[in-house]
């Protein structure tokens, strides 16, 4: 085990790729582990066990929001791709995304300044459905109700590309850029 110096030191941890041996992650247990981070990302679908709340963290990335976004009827919208269809299956999934979605606060986080989605899969499926305009007000009622909360609070709301949630990334031309169907 690291020593409890060590652990103090880090300023960055992401979760996203450890495996838990169960579905449900001790999340008290790792803050108190590393009580200086200011950065932190994990899976949006986990379930915590322990309150989602720390001091220091300012900025916050997740992976797995896509079960949020529910689009209006038309001719962009289509069905979710398999991998968001998966996750929609498990209402422990569902539930704990909404729960640590509305989490993402000032009241938990208090010096959150920053919540960032780290799937580009996500941000490529919310844009090929139309964006920000396209979602249906029900269906999307907690994802837009968060993001309205988190604008009071002046918390950026950003995709994978450092963008503003929902605005079509530009790039100047010089990289790959941001590509979908």
Avoid: M
């Avoid at 020593?3 to 449900?24: E, K, M, N, Q, R």
């Avoid at 008290?28 to 590393?34: C, K, M, N, R, V």
């Avoid at 994978?160 to 010089?174: A, I, M, Q, R």
């Amino acid at each position: 085990p690291a020593s409890p110096c060590i652990l103090a030191t880090v300023s960055t941890l992401d979760i996203s790729g450890w495996s838990p041996t169960s579905f449900t992650v001790d999340i008290s247990e790792i803050f108190h582990s590393f009580p200086n981070i200011v950065e932190f990302a994990f899976l949006l679908g986990w379930h915590f066990r322990g309150e989602l709340s720390h001091k220091k963290i300012e900025r916050i990335g997740f992976y797995g929001g896509g079960l949020l976004f529910d689009f209006k009827p038309g001719p962009q919208a289509h069905n979710p791709p398999w991998w968001l269809a998966l996750n929609g299956e498990s209402a422990v999934f569902v539930s704990s995304t909404i729960e640590n979605l509305n989490a993402l606060n000032k009241s938990n986080f208090p010096r959150l300044s920053t919540v960032q989605s780290l799937s580009s899969q996500d941000l490529h499926y919310f844009l090929s459905c139309g964006g920000t305009p396209a979602l249906d007000e029900t269906g999307s009622k907690v994802f837009l109700e968060w993001r309205k909360r988190a604008s009071q609070d002046n918390i950026r709301v950003l995709d994978c590309t450092g963008s503003d949630f929902g605005v079509e990334p530009v790039f100047d031309g010089k990289g790959a850029g941001f590509c979908y169907a």
